[in-house]
């Protein structure tokens, strides 16, 4: 996927303000019409034109694009890192446009037809209740296996009175429930937009997403470890000490074990009814012939059990 440099594509510098923003999609929207423009690619162009407004005349959406800086540059190779949108509070605001015109490069970051962080919808019509926020925070296995408090930092983004983009920031004590899940939503109401007309506020919805783990893998409630063994443990079997998110545990491995051969200790996954397990992947791990002796004993152990691995590959 290649990046899109919605500033250039508009013909205005990063520090515009949202007027500027306005008036130079209106003047390209005009240019690029495929109702009177004579351009060869101007549907194209009047398309490329409306998904950069789609983005930096929005608040959330611009402060959220900004951060990839001036270091990527249009046509460039791109890939958003994993939750890359973490710790940024949004509303909402639904689509000015067709969502199905935008790019591959826009559905990535923002989700498409009202799905993902940037296609929220506000609803209409006049309400009461103040509107609810979404943001999405990273918490760490443990906090989940354990359930904790921690504090969360939110950026806001809002337009200032010279109509640029700043990002307010707050920060929230949130219990984290134990057994959350990744893409689980924590629901902390009155933290949301003020209500219209003396009406309560709205609610702040959070979207649990998980830090990256050293050695542990969630799947749902369950979680994944890949277990480093000896040839000899796997041949002639042996018992293990092996971690969990509640402690460390002894593991017994049956003789024969192959690689990518899956255990279940059960009940060792994020709480729950039912907990989840825990999923013990044996990767068999061979050690180098570093001496002579180291090699010998190889080509003993070669000619005494020959095998050939390939066989069901006709080789």
Excluded: C
């Amino acid at each position: 996927m290649k990046f899109k440099d919605y500033y250039s594509v508009l013909g205005v510098k990063r520090d515009a303000s949202q007027d500027d923003i306005k008036r130079a999609y209106r003047r390209l929207a005009r240019k690029y019409h495929p109702d009177v423009s004579k351009e060869p690619d101007a549907e194209a162009r009047f398309k490329e034109v409306g998904e950069a407004y789609e983005v930096l005349k929005d608040p959330e959406k611009s402060a959220a694009y900004d951060q990839f800086g001036e270091n990527w540059k249009a046509g460039q190779d791109f890939k958003p890192p994993p939750d890359w949108d973490a710790g940024f509070e949004f509303s909402g605001g639904g689509y000015t446009g067709g969502a199905q015109d935008y790019s591959d490069f826009f559905d990535t970051l923002f989700g498409r037809g009202g799905a993902g962080m940037g296609g929220r919808s506000r609803g209409g019509g006049f309400r009461m209740k103040g509107e609810d926020h979404h943001a999405k925070i990273l918490i760490n296995l443990e906090d989940a296996y354990h359930g904790s408090t921690r504090q969360v930092t939110l950026r806001a983004p809002e337009v200032d009175s010279s109509g640029h983009v700043v990002t307010r920031t707050r920060t929230l004590n949130v219990k984290i429930p134990k057994g959350v899940t990744e893409g689980q939503r924590i629901r902390l109401p009155g933290q949301g937009a003020p209500g219209i007309g003396g009406g309560p506020k709205g609610d702040l919805y959070l979207e649990v997403a998980f830090e990256p783990h050293p050695f542990f893998k969630p799947e749902g409630r369950d979680i994944y470890l890949d277990l480093p063994i000896t040839p000899w443990e796997a041949a002639l079997g042996a018992k293990v000490t092996v971690p969990t998110l509640g402690g460390k545990v002894g593991l017994k491995i049956p003789a024969g074990s192959q690689t990518d051969k899956k255990m279940r200790i059960k009940g060792k996954g994020l709480p729950g009814r039912p907990p989840g397990d825990e999923y013990v992947v044996l990767k068999i791990m061979t050690p180098e012939a570093r001496t002579q002796a180291d090699r010998e004993l190889y080509e003993k152990m070669a000619k005494q059990m020959p095998m050939n691995p390939r066989a069901h590959l006709g080789g």
